[in-house]
C-alpha cells in the first residue's frame, strides 16, 4: 500500500513564525503535491514537484515556497504565517507511470492554527 | 476539467450495497473517471478511476455508462466504516509537466446506518 506521512497531525503556530510541513511517501512516486482544504472551498493546490529540485506553482502559491531535496521529501514552508493560513494541509503523491492518470495518494493531513 | 454533479447525501443499511450516482456531461474523450473518499478528520482515500470499462477493485466497482456521461461507484457491501464524504472528480490525462490538479466539489455524503 501507498504510504503518505505528514509529521504533524496538528500544529499551533504564532502570527509571523516559519512554519515548516513535511511529507514523506515511500513509493518511489515521482509527483508529489501540497493542497490545502478550507470548508466551503474544497482542496486548492498550492505547489507542486514532478522531480527532484523541480518545483511548480499550483493555484494559490503566495505565503507558501516548497523544497524537495530528496524524491520521497516534499516539504511546505510558510514563510511568515498568518491567521488566513489557519486550515487543514494535505500532501499527496502519484507515479508519473505511463499517462498522467495515475492516482493521487493522500497523507492524513496536518491541521495548522496560526494564533 | 469537467465539471461532475453528485447528491449531497445518501443514506444506506449496513451489509447491504451502497450506488453513488456522479453526473459528468460535460466529460471529454480522454478525461478519466475517479472516485476518492474522505472521513472526517483524515485525508481523501483513492478509491477506484476508470476510462471507458467498467472497473473493479477490492473496495468498489465503477460503473461507467457507454456515453460517459455519468457513472456509479458500488460499495457492494457497506458498513459503518463506509461513512464518509465521496468524491466524484474527471480529470485529464496526459504527458508532461502540468500533472492536472484534482478539484474536489461538495460530494456526497454517504451514512451507513446499523
Known amino acids: 500500500d501507498v504510504k503518505v506521512t505528514q509529521s504533524s497531525r496538528y500544529l499551533v503556530k504564532r502570527t509571523g513564525e516559519k512554519v515548516f510541513l513535511e511529507c514523506v511517501q515511500d513509493?518511489?512516486?515521482?509527483?508529489m503535491f501540497w493542497y490545502r482544504q478550507d470548508p466551503g472551498l474544497g482542496l486548492r493546490l498550492i505547489y507542486f514537484?514532478?522531480?527532484?529540485?523541480?518545483?511548480e506553482k499550483g493555484d494559490i502559491p503566495e505565503g507558501y515556497s516548497v523544497s524537495r531535496e530528496k524524491k520521497e521529501r516534499f516539504s511546505l514552508i510558510l514563510e511568515s504565517a498568518s491567521t488566513n493560513q489557519t486550515s487543514m494541509y494535505l500532501c499527496?503523491?502519484?507515479?508519473?507511470?505511463?499517462?498522467?492518470?495515475?492516482?493521487?495518494?493522500f497523507g492524513d493531513g496536518t491541521r495548522l492554527s496560526i494564533l | 476539467d469537467a465539471k461532475t454533479t453528485q447528491p449531497p447525501s445518501m443514506d444506506c443499511a449496513e451489509g447491504r450495497a451502497a450506488n453513488l450516482p456522479c453526473n459528468h456531461s460535460?466529460?471529454?474523450?480522454?478525461?478519466?473517471v475517479y472516485w476518492y473518499r474522505q472521513i472526517h478528520s483524515q485525508g481523501p482515500q483513492y478509491i477506484i478511476h476508470g476510462l471507458k470499462n467498467n472497473e473493479t477493485n477490492e473496495m468498489a466497482s465503477l460503473i461507467i455508462t457507454e456515453d460517459r456521461k455519468s457513472s456509479t461507484l458500488i460499495l457492494p457491501h457497506a458498513t459503518l466504516r463506509d461513512t464518509a464524504v465521496y468524491y466524484c472528480i474527471v480529470r485529464f490525462a496526459h504527458r508532461g509537466s502540468t500533472l492536472g490538479r484534482l478539484y474536489f466539489g461538495r460530494g456526497t455524503q454517504l451514512t451507513v446506518w446499523p
Open positions: 460535460t466529460i471529454s474523450g480522454n478525461e478519466y
Open positions: 513509493m518511489d512516486h515521482e509527483n
Open positions: 499527496a503523491s502519484s507515479s508519473q507511470q505511463g499517462w498522467s492518470n495515475q492516482p493521487q495518494h
Open positions: 514537484s514532478y522531480d527532484v529540485k523541480m518545483k
